[in-house]
């Protein structure tokens, strides 16, 4: 049994590398043939979001500066437990602990779910320790980048927390006595931490997996997809930030971005 297990996570080991070698070979010939006009266009708007990427930057920086040191973020149960999240999950990569195949499945399973949410139709779909591979007759900017601006199990565990948020009250305070120790407890800080590491594992992922050569990237031209990675990552980072803190609403996003287009423009003009 040993064996025969073995022979088939051979066979599907080679499966998936001889597919992703055909992808790979077949969108380096597709990115080829575009004609040069669309590819000049993608680069002029990736072009043309570099500020808007460098504006987002500032703004979050200083919205984030001003909220944890002028208004004590820091202190808030949603930050403490966001940030040990990701603390534990970097502790993981530097016990060398990183499973890739779950990465493997979410990276995959956002191809798929993307292309179905296109219209698509999936005709196979594959996931393994050494990659994986989705077959669909659809294909679009939106679907081959999703996986690297989609944190898949981040959103799982929201809505989770969502979900159990309509039967139980989640940020009510338990008390357990631990001989002479009362500690208070909250449910809340569990997702809080679970959304960090899921966060965290997603980010060093795809950072580590935008060194490798991607069909993905190749598809769309590697500067335009790592403006766009980059610029739905901090979206998504900042979106969090807003809903976790107290005292920074999108008006106070779109104040800083105004003021600080003004003194550029003063600055310049």
Same mark, same amino acid.
């Given at each position: ?56 930057? &500032?703004?979050?920086?200083? *919205?984030? /500066? ?10 808030? #149960?949603?930050? $403490? !437990?966001?940030?040990?999240?990701c603390f534990f ?29 296109s219209g698509g ?13 989705v077959e669909t ?40 006595? &631990?001989?002479?120790?009362? *500690?208070? /407890? ?10 960090? #590491?899921?966060? $965290? !594992? ?68």
């Amino acid at each position: 049994m040993s064996a025969l297990n073995q022979r088939l996570r051979s066979r599907l080991k080679d499966r998936l590398d001889e597919a992703s070698r055909q992808e790979v070979r077949g969108n380096l010939r597709s990115a080829k043939a575009q004609h040069q006009p669309w590819r000049r266009r993608k680069l002029m708007l990736a072009l043309l979001l570099v500020p808007v990427c460098l504006l987002a930057s &500032i703004s979050f920086f200083e *919205l984030f /500066f001003r909220a944890t040191v002028s208004k004590n973020f820091w202190r808030e #149960a949603g930050f $403490c !437990f966001f940030l040990a999240g990701c603390f534990f999950w970097l502790t993981l990569g530097w016990l060398r602990i990183r499973p890739k195949v779950p990465y493997v499945f979410a990276h995959e399973f956002t191809h798929l779910l993307t292309a179905k949410l296109s219209g698509g139709k999936i005709h196979d779909w594959a996931v393994g320790e050494h990659g994986g591979y989705v077959e669909t007759d659809k294909t679009s900017a939106f679907i081959t980048l999703s996986p690297y601006l989609i944190p898949l199990y981040t959103l799982v565990v929201f809505a989770l927390y969502g979900f159990t948020g309509l039967f139980a009250d989640l940020h009510l305070s338990h008390e357990w006595h &631990i001989f002479s120790w009362i *500690l208070s /407890f909250k449910w809340a800080w569990v997702f809080y931490l679970l959304a960090g #590491a899921t966060w $965290c !594992f997603h980010l060093t992922f795809t950072i580590e997996i935008l060194g490798t050569e991607q069909s993905d990237l190749l598809h769309n031209g590697e500067f335009f997809s790592i403006v766009v990675i980059f610029l739905g990552n901090l979206a998504i980072l900042g979106t969090l930030f807003i809903s976790a803190s107290p005292t920074v609403g999108w008006k106070d996003v779109v104040q800083d971005v105004w003021h600080i287009i003004s003194t550029v423009w003063h600055w310049i003009f």
